[in-house]
């Protein structure tokens, strides 16, 4: 069964930390994505690659950086965590046909 | 800018109801558009549409496409309290894969 893999299920990190979320797949597939997902705004797009190495950024970006050194992890850092960053991250990978969703990473920032 | 807009954003339904929910969207280059739904953890993929007109059935879940109204709907007959969920909708923008979401529509379904 194909898998996309989030590292952690919850996290709590003060603000000023940074933080690194984690995600594999097993899949071989070229494309990676990260969202965040808040209630009554649906999932935005934060970073996504296309290959390894390669990254572009999304529609929310800012406060985020990313790594992509083996085709099947893709990590998103939080440089200094803040409040405004509590949410839910979901990590993604793709063909381009089909998504396979990782189960996400709830993370709290006090 | 690529958008897309699901209504309502929620609504509580009781059990055996039928529940219709929509989505509208406007992207340069359209090739699909897709729904999921999302319980506590990742979204699972429901129906790919690219076609107007054909609808696309999945037990007592069901979807259409109308490229002339560029919108969707999707409906779900004898709703149960599984059905509960956020249910999302979503457009490829480009050709590997990035993805336009609604806001999604919580569907709250009770005994």
């Known amino acids: 069964d194909v898998k996309v893999t989030q590292s952690s299920r919850y996290l709590v990190k003060r603000t000023g930390e940074k933080v690194f979320l984690e995600c594999v797949q097993d899949m071989d597939h070229e494309n990676m994505f990260w969202y965040r997902q808040d209630p009554g705004l649906g999932l935005r797009l934060i970073y996504f690659s296309y290959d390894v190495k390669m990254k572009e950024k999304g529609d929310i970006p800012e406060g985020y950086s990313v790594s992509r050194e083996k085709k099947e992890r893709f990590s998103l850092i939080l440089e200094s965590a803040s409040t405004n960053q509590t949410s839910m991250y979901l990590c993604?990978?793709?063909?381009?046909?089909?998504?396979?969703f990782g189960s996400g990473t709830r993370l709290t920032v006090v | 800018e690529d958008k897309v807009v699901q209504s309502p954003l929620s609504l509580v339904v009781h059990e055996g109801d039928t529940v219709t929910l929509n989505c509208s969207y406007e992207?340069?280059?359209?090739?699909?558009l897709l729904w999921y739904k999302q319980e506590k953890k990742a979204p699972t993929f429901l129906f790919m549409l690219?076609?107007?007109?054909i609808e696309k059935k999945s037990g007592r879940l069901s979807s259409i496409l109308d490229k002339k109204e560029l919108s969707s709907i999707l409906n779900i007959t004898a709703t149960q309290t599984g059905d509960s969920a956020i249910y999302l909708c979503a457009v490829p923008t480009d050709s590997w894969g990035k993805l336009q979401f609604g806001a999604g529509t919580q569907v709250v379904v009770t005994p």
């Open positions: 992207v340069t280059n359209f090739r699909s």
């Open positions: 993604a990978s793709s063909t381009g046909l089909g998504y396979t």
């Open positions: 690219t076609s107007s007109g």
